[in-house]
């Protein structure tokens, strides 16, 4: 007879002939086997005879008709009987190809014919449905794998689109099943080699003047419950082994052609919902660590600018901008109810380690905070001038306006705790006039470096005077002047023609610039 196949936990009674045999073979689990004993007008009862475990067994002859039962575990059960009976593993359905290549093919015609490769249908209610897989072949001792590539058709020779390619999980049926997960793997790497890479890459543009490249999205699945999240997108890098670090993440906009501007990276959380949901949080920060090592770095900052080595300026550096949004508008509601504050920004460190062991541990020093403005480029040839030192500005916001209340109070800057300005510079007037500058490009001196000047006139007379910089340079600028010398010190405008004050010697001078002129006064 022809073998039989005995689905997961399906059950077979089978009668053998006289003199022949039964072969059983479970080679995806365990199948339990029963003969029967008839007695004279009594149904046929079944006893356990064994179990056929990962294997095959053949059972007979017998000296009359043998009824057996079979029991298939979890999984498939083969069997058949005969005077030499065999089982032959089923093998999948295979199309051998005698050309190169060897083409499925639709069917030509006005609407051309689809290709369709489906795996089987299960007839049992717990069973997988077919797989199917399209797998490139087998290289010789040295070759590369064959490719398996899944592509489009081609669209239309005058305007037609492309066809679309698509890798889409299963949907889930019914009750609260999963939908099925659709990856996209690179080969693992053998030895030293490395694992092969993944790309997801837009289609090129036409060669006209003006195509655009393809886009490329990565979008969650949106939820279709009452209350339900949408789908996460992650995009992680792989982990390390050992020694070695962990995969590193880029997202980087295109390069530009040859005039155009580079692409842009947009990082935007989602929006809140359409009555009141607020929206999603952007968190930028390091990995967490094991051990006792520190966290990895957190960089924001913008390219640098091209050099140039033609009669043009050299690429400036992009500029950085973090800021929080405006507040919303109220257009209307009830009496008393205010526009929304704008987003408030905080620039913090981390604060020191605490030490909780007896013994001298000291606690760990907060987090230093720095805003350094750029130096400015140095004229390293030629006669040109050097760069101006970029400046720092902190503004704080003006008030509202109104249009029948009080206008809003302007902000302010704070500092808690010490305040602390640059180390006092030092001076020695060496018996002679001496020239206060901050822009040594255009007023030429000694270039003023702090708000604190201790100076010795050193004179051979009754003093010397010291002119401050240029009032269109300085405004706002505020300096405290200490004689540390013998004799006066004469302060005076930059064009040496109006006396600001005089400082006699041990005493100090406090001096301010409103932007035309200086003013000032002394103290001992």
Known sequence: MTQVIIYPYGTKKVTVPVGQYIIIAAYEGDAKVYLGVSDPNMPTVYSYYSTVTNTESTLGTWSAAQDVRIEAGAGKVYY???????????????????????????????????VNVTGGTSSTSANAGGAVAITGGTPGATGAGGAASITGGAGGATSGTGGASSVT?????????????????????????????TSMTGGASGAGATGTGGAVSVTGGAASSTNGAGGAVSATGGAGAGTGAGGAISTIGGAAGATGTGGAVTITSGAGGATSGVSGAVAVSSGSTTAASATGAVSIGSGAGAASAAATAGGASGTLTVSTGAGGANTGGATGEAGGAGGAMTVSTGAGGATNSTGAHDGGAGGDLGITAGNGGAASAGTGDGGDGGTITLTPGTGGATTGGAVGAIGQVKAAGLFALNAAQVLDMSDATVQLTVDPGSTAGTVLTSNIMMVDPNSSGAGEDLELPPEADVPGVVLWIYNTGGENIVVKDDSGGTTVDTIATTEFGFFFCDGTAWHGMNAA
Do not use: R, Y
């Open 169 to 197: 999980g299963g949907a889930g049926t019914a009750g609260n099943a999963t939908g099925g997960a659709a990856s996209v793997t690179g080969g693992a790497g053998q030895g030293t080699g490395t694992g092969g890479a």
């Open 80 to 114: 058949n009987v005969g005077a030499s009976p065999t089982i032959s593993l089923p093998t999948p359905n295979t199309l051998a190809g005698t050309g190169d290549p060897f083409a499925l093919t639709g069917e030509a015609g006005t609407q051309g014919g689809a």
